[in-house]
T-cell receptor, first 111, second 113 residues
């Protein structure tokens, strides 16, 4: 069974700080996605990484896919209260038809 | 473009009753998925439709769950009879051919008491 472990589970920081969220597995994934979810809403796709070693940037968010495609990280620079939410990593083992989700990292950014 | 719409947003039913959840995907999206998060656990795959055909229902917990997709448009997920452990948030998502990303609905929070 493929599993994705996210760490930390919870993160409470002050506005302006930097943070990194990790997503690790012992299995290889063909691609990996990061989602953000807010209360009462469904997950919203932030990024898809496909190639081992790939780095993608989305404004203050930097996503990296591990060389072996078993892990990924999300780095947020100068966090803002609007970044507060649940961040989920999810991987595909083949094709794009069955996502395996991590349990999520709940981020709170305080003004 | 309208997003993925799920009805109802919340449902509270008694153990043994029947509940039907509905999902309207983005128009033109052939792929439709159901996922579920039970309390304290990660979101898990239930099943996948391509148009009206079930492609993969390996995540369906048991035969109390029945999913249909009429004419390849909207989908329903029926739980009959509901048990306490069926409580959770049920998400529907759709994806167009050639797209990487899913668009999720807001979910249906099901509580079985």
């Amino acid at each position: 069974t493929q599993l994705l472990e996210q760490s930390p589970q919870f993160l409470s920081i002050q506005e302006g700080e930097n943070l990194t969220v990790y997503c690790n597995s012992s299995s290889v994934f063909s691609s990996l996605q990061w989602y953000r979810q807010e209360p009462g809403e469904g997950p919203v796709l932030l990024v898809t990484v496909v190639t081992g070693g790939e780095v993608k940037k989305l404004k203050r968010l930097t996503f990296q896919f591990g060389d072996a495609r078993k892990d990924s990280s999300l780095h947020i620079t100068a966090a803002q209260p609007g970044d507060t939410g649940l961040y989920l990593c999810a991987g595909f083992s083949g094709g794009y038809n069955k996502l395996i989700f991590g349990a999520g990292t709940r981020l709170a950014v305080h003004p | 473009e309208a997003g993925v719409t799920q009805f109802p947003s919340h449902s509270v039913i008694e153990k043994g009753q029947t509940v039907t959840l509905r999902c309207d995907p983005i128009s033109g999206h052939d792929n439709l998925y159901w996922y579920r998060r039970v309390m304290g656990k990660e979101i898990k795959f239930l099943l996948h439709f391509v148009k009206e055909s079930k492609q993969d229902e390996s995540g369906m917990p048991n035969n109390r769950f029945l999913a249909e997709r009429t004419g390849g448009t909207y989908s329903t997920l029926k739980v009959q009879p509901a048990e306490l452990e069926d409580s959770g948030v049920y998400f529907c998502a759709s994806r167009g051919i050639g797209d990487y990303g899913y668009t999720f609905g807001s979910g249906t929070r099901l509580t079985v008491v």
